[in-house]
């Protein structure tokens, strides 16, 4: 299946520093004018709404989607048989420039591998998927290194490697 919109993966273990990191980079996209789409893979079962609430009794009635509009925006939920592939995932995003994923660590795109002194351990990420690493450590992979405070210079890159 063929993306029309660019997708970047955000690998790291637990602790590693990844979602603080992907706060400020947003951020930083949205500072440029980006629209920016994320998904967050988790393997813990979580629920979205309330208990009682008429969404949450759609969807116990059966639904296979349930979705909320809302003047601030429309939350969605889909019913799958286990757990989702990332690419039935990504597909359901549209209307940005730029797909993040934090989690799916073996899905088939570039990624940016978190780390820090607190939580080491790197991510195994294969050579051709590795675009940059993100670290308060030196590292010796042939890629670019970036500071956990900058994203402002892992915009540039992604700007650079999939937005002209």
Do not use: C, N
């Amino acid at each position: 299946m063929k993306r029309t919109v660019p997708v970047l993966g955000l690998a790291g273990y637990s602790g590693s520093g990844k979602t603080t990191f992907l706060e400020k980079l947003i951020a930083e996209l949205k500072h440029r004018g980006r629209r920016v789409g994320v998904i967050k893979h988790t393997h813990h079962l979580v629920d979205f709404d309330q208990p009682g609430k008429d969404t949450w009794r759609h969807a116990k009635a059966g639904a296979d989607v349930v979705a909320l509009a809302t003047p601030g925006g429309v939350f969605l939920v889909r019913k799958f048989e286990g757990d989702p592939g990332p690419e039935e995932v990504i597909s359901m995003v549209r209307g940005v420039d730029l797909v993040i994923i934090e989690g799916y660590k073996t899905g088939s795109w570039p990624k940016i591998a978190v780390f820090r002194r607190e939580a080491p351990v790197r991510p195994d990420i294969p050579a051709e998927e590795l675009l940059a690493v993100v670290s308060d450590m030196e590292q010796d992979m042939d890629v670019p290194h970036f500071s956990l405070e900058d994203a402002s210079g892992v915009a540039d890159l992604i700007e650079q490697a999939f937005l002209k």
